[in-house]
Nanobody
Framework: QVQLVESGGGLVQAGGSLRLSCAAS????????MGWYRQAPGKERDLVAA???????NYADSVKGRFTITRDNAKNTVYLQMNSLKPEDTAVYYC?????????????????WGQGTQVTVSS
């Protein structure tokens, strides 16, 4: 079983910065990618940013140039540095893990989600 522990959310004024972190632990053979999604009230959960095991990154258009995703492979931890925050960035941010582990004797590709951390940007 995998655990994802998120931290770093909070309340910030527009133009400010926050740094989210997510540490993965537990039964993991290999990690393929880690990422952050967000969900605002009444809206769907959308990708914010993701990073693969090789370091390739992908960002939502709305955060390009403001957010940076990085990863510490040795610690199985992913970070999201959020700068120039806007009120429309307000949402619950969820860490996502794409990994492999054994199911019985078979290696399976699995997915896990963190519990979510609230980010609120005031105008």
């Amino acid at each position: 079983q995998v655990q994802l522990v998120e931290s770093g959310g909070g309340l910030v004024q527009a133009g400010g910065s926050l740094r989210l972190s997510c540490a993965a632990s537990g039964s993991i053979i290999s990690i393929h990618a880690m990422g952050w999604y967000r969900q605002a009230p009444g809206k769907e959960r959308d990708l914010v940013a993701a990073i693969t095991n090789s370091g390739s990154t992908n960002y939502a258009d709305s955060v390009k140039g403001r957010f940076t995703i990085t990863r510490d492979n040795a610690k199985n931890t992913v970070y999201l540095q959020m700068n120039s925050l806007k009120p429309e960035d307000t949402a619950v941010y969820y860490c996502n893990l794409d990994y492999s582990d054994y199911i019985g004797t078979i290696i399976a590709d699995l997915e896990s989600w963190g519990q979510g951390t609230q980010v609120t940007v005031s105008s």
